[in-house]
């Protein structure tokens, strides 16, 4: 899985003239879901997303995450995340197909509500030609990749249980 995190004073995702989602200080947050990513990849990720400290409250920087401001997170599904170039053209083979990605990515926002509150987590609309608007502020963007390993030969996804029990006890 693969997050673009961009820190906002605003954010918003339209479809045409009608507004999707909006949210006020917080995180924008584009969602790119690799065709062998699971449940484990997900759950490291909203661990990451709710805690990661980009927020600088008084003098002291770096210090604070969205959830100990009780601030705002919009995603937006992103496949062209995981493009490959072949030549000038991309190629999206290790991005998620449709379907399974629509559910993957519905199963991430839920996971992301249940772990924060509810109305604090904003979504785009999944497989839509969308206009994502932000004010960055900083700015501040930072990618996040969940964690893989190599298995003979093949990538495979980590079982990320411990790390994120570990970060939590931090």
Same mark, same amino acid.
């Given at each position: 899985?693969?997050?673009?995190?961009?820190?906002?004073?605003?954010?918003?995702?339209?479809?045409?003239?009608?507004?999707?989602?909006?949210?006020?200080?917080?995180?924008?947050?584009?969602?790119?879901?690799?065709?062998?990513?699971?449940?484990?990849?997900?759950?490291?990720?909203?661990?990451?997303?709710?805690?990661?400290?980009?927020?600088?409250?008084?003098?002291?920087?770096?210090? !604070?995450? =969205?959830?100990?401001? #009780?601030?705002?997170?919009?995603?937006?599904?992103?496949?062209?995340?995981?493009?490959?170039? %072949? @030549?000038?053209?991309?190629?999206?083979?290790?991005?998620?197909?449709?379907?399974?990605?629509?559910?993957?990515?519905?199963?991430?926002?839920?996971?992301?509500?249940?772990?924060?509150?509810?109305?604090?987590?904003?979504?785009?609309?999944?497989?839509?030609? !969308?206009? =994502?608007?932000?004010? #960055?502020?900083?700015?501040?963007?930072?990618?996040?990749?969940?964690?893989?390993?190599?298995? %003979? @030969?093949?990538?495979?996804?980590?079982?990320?249980?411990?790390?994120?029990?570990?970060?939590?006890?931090?």
């Amino acid at each position: 899985m693969r997050c673009i995190v961009q820190r906002v004073s605003q954010a918003s995702v339209s479809v045409g003239d009608q507004l999707v989602s909006s949210i006020g200080k917080g995180i924008c947050v584009l969602v790119g879901i690799h065709k062998d990513d699971t449940e484990a990849d997900a759950n490291w990720m909203v661990n990451k997303l709710l805690n990661l400290r980009i927020f600088s409250p008084g003098e002291d920087r770096w210090q !604070s995450s =969205v959830k100990d401001l #009780n601030l705002e997170i919009l995603c937006v599904s992103q496949f062209t995340l995981y493009s490959v170039l %072949k @030549g000038n053209k991309p190629d999206f083979h290790g991005s998620m197909k449709t379907e399974p990605a629509r559910e993957f990515f519905t199963n991430f926002v839920a996971k992301l509500r249940t772990s924060y509150k509810e109305d604090l987590v904003k979504e785009g609309s999944f497989g839509n030609y !969308s206009a =994502v608007s932000l004010v #960055n502020d900083g700015p501040v963007t930072i990618t996040l990749d969940s964690p893989k390993i190599q298995v %003979k @030969g093949k990538t495979n996804h980590v079982n990320h249980v411990k790390e994120v029990e570990e970060e939590k006890q931090n």
